[in-house]
């Protein structure tokens, strides 16, 4: 985790709106909807604060696909699962986190501080 950061009107709006979300969104989604509450943000703005919530742990940034970064509210570790026709993802409410984690300490002489687990497969409408 970084440095904490200040208080913002614009974080606070982010924040709030990705705690609403379980489909993790991308930056572009967060500034289109964000854009209806704060109508003067700018694209760089929306990504500049994420980028720095992302930073000091207060959110999630998952680089699933490698080029789109999606971003979520549940700042604790979790699984995410991400279709691979369209891209969409979402959490799997299944816990093996902590077992994985010491586990893969244990095998280890490095130091482990995160750990991110994602599956790939296809979604109920892309299957």
Not at 2 to 31: C, M, W
Not at 102 to 119: G, H, P, Y
Not at 122 to 127: E, H, I, Q, S, T
Request: a neutral charge; glycine letters at 6%.
């Amino acid at each position: 985790m970084g440095q904490p950061i200040r208080y913002s009107h614009q974080r606070e709006a982010i924040i709030n709106f990705l705690k609403t979300r379980k489909d993790h969104p991308t930056a572009d989604v967060v500034y289109n909807n964000i854009k209806q509450i704060i109508p003067n943000i700018s694209l760089g703005t929306v990504y500049r604060n994420l980028n720095q919530l992302a930073d000091a742990g207060v959110i999630l940034r998952l680089a699933c696909d490698g080029k789109t970064d999606h971003f979520d509210g549940c700042s604790t570790p979790h699984c995410h699962f991400m279709c691979k026709t369209c891209g969409a993802v979402k959490d799997i409410d299944i816990n093996p986190i902590d077992k994985l984690l010491n586990s893969a300490q244990t095998n280890t002489d490095d130091t482990i501080d995160d750990v991110s687990v994602l599956f790939y497969g296809y979604c109920k409408d892309c299957k």
